[in-house]
T-cell receptor, first 117, second 110 residues
Framework: GAVVSQHPSWVICKSGTSVKIECRSLDFQATTMFWYRQFPKQSLMLMATSNEGSKATYEQGVEKDKFLINHASLTLSTLTVTSAHPEDSSFYIC????FGGGTYEQYFGPGTRLTVT | GIQVEQSPPDLILQEGANSTLRCNFSDSVNNLQWFHQNPWGQLINLFYIPSGTKQNGRLSATTVATERYSLLYISSSQTTDSGVYFCAVEREDSSYKLIFGSGTRLLVRP
């Protein structure tokens, strides 16, 4: 099955610093990846769509200058949380879309738990 | 935007019991997926099922697109089935974006 990895799995940083999270599709190429945010005991909220070779598109209410997304290759997308603040603490999850046989499932990474102190 | 509602919000089962989880959506969809989020946060793909019925072991799912709902059946539940079950849909006019329901939190007791 399709495998998506994320790194790091957890990170603690100080307020004002930046944190980069990597999302990789390990056994397939993904022209489209997605970034989600999940607060405790809540559902996943889509933050942005990452397209290889073009700018990311952000959902309403998501600050594009704060959450920088780069989709440098068909297997790697990165999310950088700039000037992090405690309210940015959350569980960040990426997904990659695999096309095949007329279907296009999203497969999810294991998530990155960010704590900003 | 499209609304995705899941029921029940919480479910407690004794090991070996069967259950049915429901997902209602308010608009036509291109895609519907069911996921299981384990206690460590990993989402596991269960079914890609925009319509019809599929089965995988003790789990099966049915989507009736014309009536805008999907059902996930869990038979002979095991403690490892515990976690949160999400359905997510992609609207017909959306660019592959998945909208998640609020989830059903399942606890299976030994």
């Amino acid at each position: 099955g399709a495998v998506v990895s994320q790194h790091p799995s957890w990170v603690i940083c100080k307020s004002g610093t930046s944190v980069k999270i990597e999302c990789r599709s390990l056994d397939f190429q993904a022209t489209t990846m997605f970034w989600y945010r999940q607060f405790p005991k809540q559902s996943l909220m889509l933050m942005a769509t990452s397209n290889e070779g073009s700018k990311a598109t952000y959902e309403q209410g998501v600050e594009k200058d704060k959450f920088l997304i780069n989709h440098a290759s068909l297997t790697l997308s990165t999310l950088t949380v700039t000037s992090a603040h405690p309210e940015d603490s959350s569980f960040y999850i990426c997904s990659a879309q695999e096309f095949g046989g007329g279907t296009y499932e999203q497969y999810f990474g294991p998530g990155t738990r960010l704590t900003v102190t | 935007g499209i609304q995705v509602e899941q029921s029940p919000p919480d479910l407690i089962l004794q090991e070996g019991a069967n259950s049915t989880l429901r997902c209602n959506f308010s608009d036509s969809v291109n895609n519907l997926q069911w996921f299981h989020q384990n206690p460590w946060g990993q989402l596991i793909n269960l079914f890609y099922i925009p319509s019809g019925t599929k089965q995988n072991g003790r789990l099966s799912a049915t989507t009736v697109a014309t009536e805008r709902y999907s059902l996930l059946y869990i038979s002979s539940s095991q403690t490892t089935d515990s976690g949160v079950y999400f359905c997510a849909v992609e609207r017909e006019d959306s660019s592959y974006k998945l909208i998640f329901g609020s989830g059903t939190r399942l606890l299976v007791r030994p």
